[in-house]
């Protein structure tokens, strides 16, 4: 298979940056899918002197692979013909092959034939990220692309996922998922979180449609947040990082007066504060660096293997790391910070996680720990929102689709 490099960045600009850095996640997405199935692995190594043996796939990297063929080849970093076969042999085995139950599929997968590995479940979020990708290379490419897009998409049984019981209203929330040997999972996306993507997917269905009234019903609130007022409650960055990544939602409000984008932009600024803030207590947070969210986190003793975490900026919940993607995904909604960010990253730390893929997924300072892996899930949230800070590409493709429209005018989001 022809691999795709990127070249080092032409200066140390914030242009010349961010530009290689996207050029970079789109080469892990085209490499690190495979050639018989398109399947995306879920991480991969960074350093190029590290072998890679991994073989688990994830169908959110799978749905951000298919976004990123679409900027390779605005970008003129992919051939079109390349990018689109690659998109058809991706939809096509979605389509016919990878296993499904009731339109959902399961969260990771042998990326070599689809099987389902862990004894994972199947998914409602990750299949809704799955989904975005495919309506969005469907858009680009058009014609088989597209067919196979919109089938892959309507097949999703949305009612099924409610799970409801005799008596249970018909805007019953959504089950996080379903396993053959245990049935549907106890938890439910009833309270803030990145699932407002979700809603809107289920709210613009063709088929097996959730009502609107789903979306008032979905627990939201409000708190404030290093001085700035927020949706829900603290929490990691990828909860305002997913539904921006496909959808624009700059100047809107929903029916029930909550302004989305204002919310984006206040939890990127409370996040940034809260580590410029405690730039005295851990060695990794500045005024320059700063990304708190779901991430690889150092072992906890020497000999063991990484683990992973959802940190928040909130004290106590939270022990130094950051993730340089969660940061530079913040272009869209904090770009004077994440302009001086991406030169400090570069700067600073080129020699700890600079690799073939950008910048590794996360670094701290006080453990001297800096991974050598890449994720896809965070690469394609930088990815994305990088291009659509730059030309609008994705939200131009996902909002032109009659699955957003729908979902958009049921959620009462307007002007």
């Known amino acids: 298979m022809q691999r795709i490099t990127a070249p080092e960045p032409a200066d140390t600009t914030p242009d010349a940056l961010l530009d290689n850095i996207a050029h970079r996640a789109v080469a892990f997405f085209y490499n690190e899918s495979h050639p018989a199935t398109g399947l995306t692995k879920d991480r991969a190594k960074n350093p190029g002197n590290i072998k890679d043996e991994y073989t688990v796939a994830s169908i959110a990297a799978t749905g951000y692979a298919l976004a990123a063929l679409c900027i390779g080849t605005e970008r003129k970093w992919l051939p079109r013909k390349d990018a689109e076969n690659r998109a058809l042999l991706t939809l096509r085995f ?30 409602s ?57 245990s049935g549907f999972l106890d938890g439910r996306w009833s309270r803030y979180d990145e699932a407002s993507y979700l809603y809107l997917l289920a709210m613009g269905a ?20 290093e001085g700035f007022p927020i949706l829900g409650r603290p929490g990691p960055l990828f909860f305002v990082q997913m539904t921006p990544a496909y959808f624009d939602l700059r100047g809107q409000k929903d029916r029930l007066g909550r302004d989305w984008w204002k919310n984006f932009e206040n939890t990127h600024r409370a996040n940034h504060r809260y580590c410029a803030r405690n730039a005295g207590k851990f060695k990794t947070y500045s005024d320059l660096i700063w990304g708190i969210t779901a991430c690889d ?17 909130v004290d106590g919940k939270n022990r ?16 004077d910070i994440a302009r001086r960010t991406v030169v400090a990253l570069y700067k600073d730390y080129k ?30 949230m930088m990815l994305l929102a990088i291009e659509n800070a730059r030309s609008g590409l994705i939200w131009k493709l996902m909002q032109g689709h009659p699955v957003a429209q729908r979902g958009l005018k049921a959620a009462g989001l307007r002007k």
């Not at 986190?297 to 900026?313: I, L, R, S």
């Not at 790391?321 to 530079?328: G, H």
């Not at 670094?363 to 394609?380: E, I, R, T």
Request: proline letters at 7%; aromatic letters at 12%.
């Open 351 to 380: 020699s700890k996680i600079w690799g073939r893929y950008g910048f590794a997924n996360a670094f701290n300072v006080d453990k001297n720990w800096y991974d050598s892996d890449v994720l896809g899930l965070d690469l394609g």
């Open 94 to 123: 979605i389509h016919d092959k990878l296993p499904v139950e009731h339109g959902f599929h399961y969260h990771f997968v042998d990326w070599r034939d689809g099987k389902r590995v862990w004894n994972c479940e199947l998914s």
């Open 297 to 313: 986190q150092p072992p906890d003793k020497p000999g063991d293997g990484n683990g992973y975490g959802a940190d928040e900026p």
């Open 206 to 225: 063709p088929r097996y449609s959730l009502p609107p009234s789903v979306w008032d019903k979905w627990e939201v609130g409000e708190t404030i947040l």
């Open 125 to 181: 979020i990750d299949t809704a990220l799955l989904i975005k990708g495919v309506l969005v290379a469907g858009r680009y490419f058009g014609g088989e692309a597209a067919r196979l897009a919109d089938a892959i998409f309507e097949r999703v049984d949305w009612r099924w996922m409610q799970n409801r019981k005799l008596g249970d209203p018909e805007d019953t929330l959504l089950s996080m998922g379903w396993k053959p040997e």
């Open 320 to 335: 130094g790391t950051v993730a340089p993607t969660a940061a530079l995904a913040g272009i869209l909604f904090v770009p």
